[in-house]
C-alpha cells in the first residue's frame, strides 16, 4: 500500500516548475517543427518492433526516445512532481493530451499508437502502463532530494539513458542496496540506515 | 584456518548463504521482486489538490462527541489517514482525544453498511436501491401525517436546524437525545438561575477544582478543552499550582488526576457542596450581595452535620472548607455519570450556589455560551408513553442509538414495536437499526458537508476529504429529497437540490450579515480555517432565581439491596459508540489497564470479605436483570461500591463490538420521572460463581516498589526549585547514591569510549540529536498518545487472546502505579507514558547479531525492519520494556479492508517476527529534513512534532533537538525536577521527565 499506483496530479507547486524549465505546448510544436536530424534522431520503429526491443511491452507503444530524445522534452514536463515529492509523478492522460490533442503523428506507425491514446481519452479510460521500477515497501526514496543535489538532469544516473531508449528497461536494479551505497560511498553522503529504513 | 574451513561439510557462513538463496527465491516470488507484473496508472485529469508522495490537509470538524473539536484531516493520494487537531480552532487548539482520533476507523470500518436496507416480502432485511429506500420513507412519512418523530443526537448546526424544519414541515416533533446528556445540569440552571443552559467551565483560571463526580478528563461536557483548562491550572508552572480534589465514590481518571480524593457516601455529595458555600459565606465578604438570602439555608450545613452525612472526619471536611474558601477563583463541577443519583439535580444546584456565593460565576462558569443539552432522557421517556399511545406512527433516529443506551428494563423497545413505521440513519447495524424497517445509511463526517455550533463564537464547517468509502447518503441529503417527494408543502419548504447546497445557502446568509463582498472568497477563507471563530462571548449576567434558596441534601432512593453499582462511561467507547474501533478496544482503560472486555471493579478489603480474587467471575442482581463479568480488584473504590464501565455488550454493531463484553445498563431501572436517567440509583448483589475469566490487561505490577519510575515532588519543595534528590533529602528520605565511585569511574570510561567512537563515520557530521521532554505534572494518563501513535505508524492490534500473553504492540503506552492505599495511606495514582527512551548507551543495540538495531547519527536507536531477523535479543535487553514484538502477522491479520486505506504510506508495514519500536516517528523527521533540505535551510525548533506530542491537549511532551540551545526541548530539560527513569542503569536516555508535582502534608 505504501506507493500507490495511481498518480499524476497537477500541484500548485507543480505548475510553477512547468512554467519555468518546460516547454510549453507551442514551444513544443515549433520544437517538433525545428527538428534537425541530428545524432538523436529516434529510429523507426512499429509497434510489432516493440517486442524485439529490451523492456516490457507497453499497451502504448510509447517513444521516450522520441519525446526525450529527439524533442528534447525535459524529464519534469511529464514527471512533474519529482523535484517537489517523493513520488515522481506518472502524467495524467491530461498531460498527454495536452500535445497530442494538436500532434496526430509524422507517419501512420505513429499515428497508430497516438489514436490509441486519443481513443482512451476519448472512453475517459486511463492507460495502464507497466511499471518497471518498483521499490521494496521497506525503502523510502526521496525522489526530491536527489533531484535537488544531482540536478533536473539526474534522472539517468539510476534510470540509464531513457532518452535512447524507444522502449525503456531497467537498466539499474533499484532494489539492490549496493546500487545507492555505492554512490552514496563515492559522494559522501548519508549512509545511515535509517535514511532510508523505516 | 580458510583451509579448514573449507572441509567443512556446512559451517555457518555457507548455512546463511544458502539460507540467503532460499529466501531471496521466496521473496521474487511473493513481493519484494521488480518481475511481478504491477501497473503505474495515471489520472485522467490532474487533481488541483494532491500531490502525489505529499499530504494534503483539510480543515474540518470531529463529529464523535458534541465537543465539536476542529480537525487538521491528513490526507494521501486522497485518502484520509490521520486525524489531528485544527491549531486555530479554540475549542481543542491543535490537539485531539484518542476518541476523535479512531474516527477514522469509523470512516474505514468493514462493518459499515453498503447500501440502505429495507423488509422484504417476508419481512426479512435485505438491500434496496437508494431510490427504493427514499421512496419507502416519503411514503411511510406522508402517510404518518403530523405522527412523525424524529429521534436526533446531532449537535447544533444546520443539519439539526434542519431536522427541526423538515420535522415543522411534514408535521411531527423532534426529540434531541444522547446518552449522558447533562439533564441534572440543566435542571440546576434552571432552578437556581433561571437560565436554560448548560454552564462553560473556565479550568484554566481556577485556582481551587472540586468535582463532584464530573469526570470532566474523560466524557464529561468538552474534555479536550477541559483538560486544556486543567492542564493550564494544575500543570505545575514553577511557581504553584491550582489544587483539585474530587468527590466521588470511584477514583476514575479524572479522580487519579485529583490532589485529593474524597470518597463521600454516594448521594451525600450535596450536603459537602452546601458546606463548602456555608463555608465560604461564613469567611469571605466578597459574595455577591444577593448571597446573603442563602444565609439561612446554608447555615445549617456545618463541619459536623456534612462530616456525619457524608462519612467524612470533621477535619477533612474542615480543611477542604478552609482550603475552598481562601482560593479565588475557585471552580466547582458537578453532573458527570459519577454522581447521577436521584439526587442530581439537587447536587447540581448546590454546586451552583457554591460557585455563586464563591463569587465564581462570570470568572470560571459562564452562561450565556448558548450551550444547551437538548431535550434529553425526559423526552425519550415522553415519546415512549406517545408510541405505547399510539400517537406515532414514523420514528426516524438519526445519529443516536437509543435501543443500545437505554436500560433494557425500560419499555421502549416495546413501544417501538407498535410503530408501524421505523427508520434509522446509521452507518452500522446497531440495535437501533436492527430494530427498524429501513435503514438509510448516512456517510461519515469525512466524506460529507456539514457544519456545528459547539458553542457561541465557534462556527465549526465539516467537509469531505475524499470520495465516499461505500457510495451511501448523507442524512441530510434523504431529508431533501423526502421532503421533495412528499411534494405540497413540505416540497416547497426546502429549494436546495443537496444538502450542501442547502448548508452554502445558510452560509451564504452568514457571510451576508458579516458584510463580506464576496461569497466565494468568504466560503473558501472559512473551510481553509476550519470554520470562523469569534471572540468568546461576554458572559451573561447571572442572578440567583427563586428556586436558589430551596436545596434539599435528602438522601437519594436508591432501588435493591446489596453494594451500590456505579456504572460510568468508558472514555475510549463513550457511549458505546467507539465499541466497534478496535484502536479503542486495544487502547488500555486509563485506570485499570483493561483491553477487549467488561470488567467489575471491586475494593481490596470488600474483595478479601467476599474471597475473592481477580478474573473470578462475579454475577451481579439487581432488581431490574443479572449481568456477569471478571473481578478487577481496584484499592481506588469505596467499599460498598462495585463500579463497571459502560460502552460494551453490544447485541449488533459489528464484528469488533457484537457480543464483547456485558452492557452494565441491564441492571438498571429505567423508571424515572426527573428527566434524566441515574445512573447511580442501583444496589446490587454480588453472587460468585465459581468460574474464572483472565483480565486482558496489560498492567504489569500496579506498584513501583521503589523503582523511581514514576518520581513526584512535594508542592513546596518544587516551589524552592530543588532537584528530586534535594526534595528527597529534605523529606529526610535520604536516597542512596545513583552509582558509587566505582561504577562511577566505570561508567565515565565507558563514555569516554563512546565519545571517542563518535569521532568517525557518520557520527562525526553535525547532526541533531532528538531528545523529549515528558512533564509528568501535566500529563493525566487520557491516552490519547497511545491511539494517536497506532495511527501514524501502522500499528496493529493484537486482540484479545494475545493480550492475555503479553503480546501488545503499543510503542507508546502509559504505565499507571498505585501509591499508598494501605495502612490508613490515602490511595494516589501516578501516570508515566512509556516510549522507547532512545538511549544513548542503549543495551539494546550491542546485542543484535544484524545490526537492525543500531544507533543513529542523529541519536535514535533505529530498528532496521527488514535486516531484523526476530532474535528478540533486544528486547530482553531492553530495561523500559519498549521494544515490541510482532508475533503474527498482526497487520495482515488486523487492517482488514477497507481498514488498510487508512496506513499510512510514509511508514513500512511490518511483517510477522520483526522487533517493533518507536523512533520519534523518523519518518516526520526525515520528512523535515527533506523540506528543509529543498528550501536550503535547517531544520527549525518545531518543525518536526511527533504523533504524540501533537496529540497532547496537556502539552506534556516537548520534542526537538538537544544540540540546540535555544530549543525549547533543551529549554524544558533544564528544569529541576527532570530526572532519567532508571538513571542507574547508566543508558543515558533522550527522554527526560519532570517529576509530578503533588501537594503534601506540608502544603
Not at chain 2, 699 to 717: D, F, H, K, Q
Amino acid at each position: 500500500m505504501r506507493k500507490l499506483l495511481v498518480a499524476g496530479v497537477a500541484a500548485v507547486m507543480a505548475v510553477g516548475a512547468i512554467a519555468l524549465t518546460m516547454p510549453s505546448l507551442t514551444t513544443a510544436q515549433n520544437q517538433a517543427k525545428k527538428a534537425e536530424p541530428d545524432s538523436v534522431v529516434a529510429p523507426r520503429l512499429t509497434a510489432a518492433d516493440s517486442s524485439n526491443l529490451k523492456g516490457p511491452k507497453q499497451p502504448i507503444f510509447f517513444r521516450h526516445d522520441i519525446h526525450a530524445g529527439q524533442y528534447k522534452i525535459q524529464c519534469q514536463y511529464c514527471h512533474y512532481t519529482v523535484a517537489a515529492s517523493s513520488e515522481p509523478g506518472v502524467p495524467s492522460l491530461q498531460t498527454c493530451m495536452g500535445c497530442h490533442l494538436a500532434i496526430g503523428g509524422a507517419d501512420s506507425t505513429h499515428r497508430v499508437e497516438i489514436k490509441k491514446l486519443r481513443d482512451a481519452w476519448k472512453e475517459k479510460r486511463p492507460v495502464e502502463w507497466v511499471r518497471i521500477h518498483t521499490l521494496a515497501k521497506h525503502a523510502h526514496f526521496p525522489h526530491m532530494r536527489h533531484i535537488k543535489s544531482l540536478g533536473p538532469n539526474a534522472c539517468a544516473t539510476c534510470h540509464g539513458d531513457v532518452a535512447r531508449m524507444p522502449q525503456v528497461f531497467k537498466v539499474n536494479n533499484v532494489n539492490n542496496m549496493g546500487f545507492c551505497i555505492s554512490c552514496h560511498v563515492e559522494r559522501k553522503v548519508n549512509r545511515d540506515c535509517t535514511a532510508c529504513h523505516y | 584456518m580458510p583451509d579448514e574451513m573449507k572441509h567443512e561439510p556446512l559451517d555457518r557462513r555457507r548455512f546463511l548463504k544458502v539460507v540467503g538463496v532460499a529466501g531471496a527465491g521466496t521473496a521474487a516470488l511473493t513481493g519484494c521482486s521488480t518481475d511481478k507484473v504491477e501497473k503505474l496508472i495515471p489520472y485522467l485529469v490532474q487533481s488541483a489538490d494532491q500531490v502525489p508522495g505529499i499530504p494534503t490537509i483539510y480543515a474540518s470538524t470531529c463529529t464523535e462527541c458534541a465537543a465539536g473539536c476542529g480537525l487538521h484531516v491528513r490526507t494521501r493520494e486522497a485518502r484520509a489517514i490521520k486525524l489531528e487537531g485544527n491549531p486555530q480552532h479554540p475549542v481543542n487548539a491543535g490537539t485531539l482525544c484518542a476518541r476523535g482520533q479512531a474516527s477514522l476507523q469509523g470512516l474505514y470500518n468493514p462493518d459499515r453498511l453498503t447500501g440502505p436496507m429495507g423488509r422484504n416480502g417476508v419481512g426479512k432485511m435485505s438491500e434496496v436501491l437508494w431510490n427504493e429506500a427514499i421512496d419507502q420513507l416519503a411514503a411511510a412519512v406522508k402517510q404518518a401525517g403530523s405522527k412523525v418523530a424524529v429521534v436526533t443526537g446531532t449537535p447544533a448546526g444546520t443539519m439539526s436546524d434542519l431536522i427541526d424544519q423538515w420535522t415543522a414541515a411534514v408535521g411531527g416533533r423532534v426529540i434531541r437525545y444522547q446518552a449522558f446528556d447533562h439533564g441534572p445540569v440543566q435542571l440546576a440552571a434552571k432552578k437556581v438561575f433561571g437560565v436554560d443552559e448548560l454552564p462553560h467551565h473556565d479550568f484554566g483560571a481556577a485556582k481551587y477544582i472540586v468535582s463532584f463526580g464530573a469526570d470532566f478528563l474523560e466524557t464529561w461536557h468538552g474534555p479536550i478543552e477541559n483538560q486544556r483548562g486543567f492542564a493550564a491550572a494544575h500543570g505545575f508552572d514553577g511557581k504553584g499550582m491550582a489544587k483539585f480534589v474530587y468527590v466521588g465514590t470511584r477514583m476514575s481518571l479524572t479522580g487519579m488526576n485529583a490532589d485529593q480524593w474524597v470518597s463521600a457516601a454516594s448521594g451525600s455529595e450535596t450536603s459537602l457542596a452546601l458546606g463548602l458555600a456555608n463555608a465560604v459565606l461564613a469567611s469571605r465578604s466578597d459574595a455577591p450581595a444577593d448571597a446573603a438570602q442563602l444565609k439561612g439555608m446554608l447555615a445549617a450545613y456545618t463541619v459536623e452535620k456534612v462530616a456525619q452525612d457524608t462519612g467524612l472526619s470533621a477535619d477533612v471536611v474542615r480543611t477542604l472548607c478552609a482550603e475552598f474558601a481562601k482560593a479565588a477563583p475557585s471552580l466547582a463541577v458537578a453532573g458527570g455519570i459519577g454522581a447521577q443519583h436521584r439526587g442530581a439535580a439537587e447536587l447540581c444546584a448546590a454546586v451552583n450556589v457554591l460557585n455563586y456565593v464563591a463569587g465564581n460565576v462570570g470568572k470560571t462558569v459562564h452562561f450565556g455560551f448558548g450551550m444547551g443539552s437538548g431535550s434529553g432522557y425526559g423526552a425519550m421517556l415522553e415519546l415512549e408513553r406517545a408510541m405505547n399511545a399510539g400517537e406515532i406512527d414514523a420514528v426516524i433516529f438519526h445519529d443516536t442509538n437509543p435501543l443500545y443506551t437505554l436500560p433494557k428494563s425500560g419499555g421502549f423497545r416495546a413501544a417501538l414495536a407498535k410503530v408501524r413505521f421505523r427508520a434509522t440513519t446509521s452507518m452500522f447495524w446497531d440495535e437501533t437499526a436492527a430494530a427498524c424497517d429501513l435503514v438509510l445509511p448516512s456517510l461519515h463526517s469525512l466524506e460529507r458537508w456539514d457544519d456545528s455550533r459547539p458553542r457561541a463564537g465557534v462556527h465549526g464547517l465539516v467537509q469531505p476529504v475524499m470520495e465516499p468509502v461505500f457510495k451511501n447518503m448523507a442524512a441530510g441529503d434523504v431529508l431533501l429529497q423526502v421532503a421533495r417527494k412528499i411534494g405540497g408543502a413540505a416540497g416547497a419548504a426546502f429549494t436546495a437540490p443537496t444538502y450542501e447546497a442547502h448548508l452554502k445557502g445558510i452560509w451564504a446568509g452568514v457571510a451576508k450579515a458579516r458584510g463580506a463582498a464576496d461569497f466565494d472568497t468568504f466560503w473558501r477563507g472559512a473551510l481553509a480555517n476550519g470554520g470562523l471563530y469569534d471572540a468568546a462571548p461576554a458572559p451573561a449576567t447571572i442572578k440567583l432565581a427563586a428556586g436558589a434558596g430551596d436545596i434539599k441534601s435528602e438522601k437519594p432512593a436508591f432501588d435493591g439491596e446489596g453494594l451500590l453499582f456505579a456504572p460510568y462511561p468508558s472514555s475510549m467507547y463513550h457511549d458505546g459508540r467507539g465499541a466497534n474501533r478496535p484502536w479503542l478496544l486495544e487502547n488500555p482503560d486509563p485506570v485499570t489497564r483493561i483491553t477487549w472486555q467488561s470488567w467489575i471493579e471491586i475494593n481490596p478489603e470488600t474483595a478479601r470479605e467476599m474471597d475473592i480474587r481477580e478474573g473470578e467471575i462475579l454475577r451481579l442482581n439487581s432488581p431490574a436483570g443479572s449481568i456477569e463479568a471478571s473481578v478487577y480488584v481496584y484499592p481506588g473504590i469505596a467499599r460498598d461500591v462495585l463500579a463497571m464501565p459502560l460502552g460494551l455488550g453490544h447485541t449488533e454493531y459489528g464484528r469488533y463490538a457484537q457480543g464483547r463484553g456485558v452492557n452494565a445498563l441491564d441492571l438498571l431501572s429505567a423508571k424515572d420521572g426527573q428527566g434524566f436517567l441515574p445512573y447511580l440509583s442501583t444496589r446490587v448483589k454480588a453472587e460468585k460463581t465459581g468460574r474464572f475469566r483472565k483480565v486482558a490487561k496489560t498492567e504489569g505490577n500496579p506498584r513501583e516498589l521503589g523503582r523511581g519510575i514514576t518520581e513526584a515532588i512535594p508542592l513546596a519543595a518544587a516551589v524552592k526549585g530543588l532537584t528530586i534528590q534535594q526534595a528527597y533529602q529534605a523529606a529526610g528520605k535520604g536516597e542512596h547514591e545513583v552509582n558509587p565511585e566505582r561504577e562511577a569511574e566505570a561508567i565515565k570510561g565507558f563514555r569516554e569510549g563512546q565519545l571517542e567512537e563518535r569521532r568517525y563515520g557518520a557520527y562525526a557530521l553535525d547532526n541533531p540529536q532528538w531528545g523529549m521532554v515528558i512533564d509528568l505534572a501535566r500529563c493525566t494518563g487520557c491516552s490519547a498518545c497511545v491511539t494517536a501513535c497506532s495511527a501514524e505508524n501502522n500499528i496493529p492490534w493484537v486482540g484479545e487472546e494475545d493480550i492475555f500473553r503479553g503480546r501488545e504492540l503499543s510503542w507508546m503506552r502509559i504505565e499507571r502505579y498505585f501509591e499508598g492505599g494501605e495502612d490508613g495511606e490515602p490511595i494516589k495514582a501516578r501516570v508515566i507514558p512509556m516510549l522507547c527512551q532512545q538511549c544513548d548507551a542503549a543495551p539494546c543495540e550491542p546485542v543484535c547479531p544484524v545490526y537492525a538495531a543500531y544507533h543513529t547519527a542523529d541519536g535514535l536507536n533505529g530498528q532496521v525492519y527488514n535486516r531484523c531477523v526476530g532474535t528478540r535479543y533486544c528486547a530482553n535487553n531492553c530495561p523500559y520494556k519498549v521494544r515490541y514484538y510482532n508475533w503474527y502477522a498482526y497487520a495482515k491479520r488486523a487492517f482488514v479492508e477497507p481498514l488498510n486505506l487508512q496506513l499510512n504510506p510514509d511508514v513500512t508495514v511490518r511483517a510477522r517476527g520483526v522487533m517493533e519500536k518507536c523512533t520519534f516517528c523518523i519518518q516526520r523527521i526525515r520528512g523535515a529534513q527533506n523540506t528543509a533540505r529543498l528550501e536550503d535551510r535547517a531544520v527549525a525548533d518545531g518543525d518536526v512534532v511527533t504523533a504524540c506530542a501533537q496529540a497532547c491537549a496537556s502539552g506534556a511532551i516537548t520534542f526537538g533537538n538537544v544540540k540546540d540551545p535555544a530549543s525549547r526541548v533543551v529549554q524544558a530539560a533544564k528544569n529541576p525536577r527532570g530526572y532519567h527513569v532508571l538513571e542507574e542503569l547508566n543508558t543515558r536516555p533522550a527522554v527526560t521527565y519532570l517529576a509530578r508535582v503533588e501537594y503534601g502534608s506540608e502544603a
